[in-house]
């Protein structure tokens, strides 16, 4: 992945709305989601889920497919795992990455 790609792909996920609408489609799977069902299931007005998902698809981030009268759309795996990809390249020097976990509520970090 090109890092003007990673750019678009990350400004269309710096949005709450948008966030969700990737979210609640990567769930759905390939099966993907019709707008309507998206929008009673993340109570967005379909006007502006519209709207997101025109800038989701921009940024190759989902795809959609008419089927009948209905519009599936559905998570692109494929960016979504190449921008996972260019995120962690180079991460910890090619050597593999130990996780710490949070420290509990309260505790001492």
């Not at 790609?5 to 996920?13: D, K």
């Not at 006007?47 to 559905?74: D, I, P």
Request: proline share 5%; with cysteine; glycine share 4%.
């Amino acid at each position: 992945m090109q890092e003007t790609q990673a750019i678009r792909s990350l400004s269309a996920l710096a949005h709450e709305a948008r966030l969700r609408v990737f979210r609640a489609l990567v769930v759905a799977g390939p099966e993907g989601l019709t707008p309507s069902a998206l929008a009673e299931q993340l109570c967005i007005a379909p006007n502006a889920l519209s709207f997101h998902l025109k800038e989701l698809s921009h940024a190759q981030l989902v795809s959609q497919e008419r089927q009948g009268r209905n519009v599936l759309y559905r998570a692109a795996f494929a960016a979504m795992n190449d921008l996972l990809a260019y995120l962690t390249e180079n991460c910890c020097q090619g050597a593999p990455c130990a996780v710490a976990d949070a420290p509990a509520c309260g505790a001492a970090a």
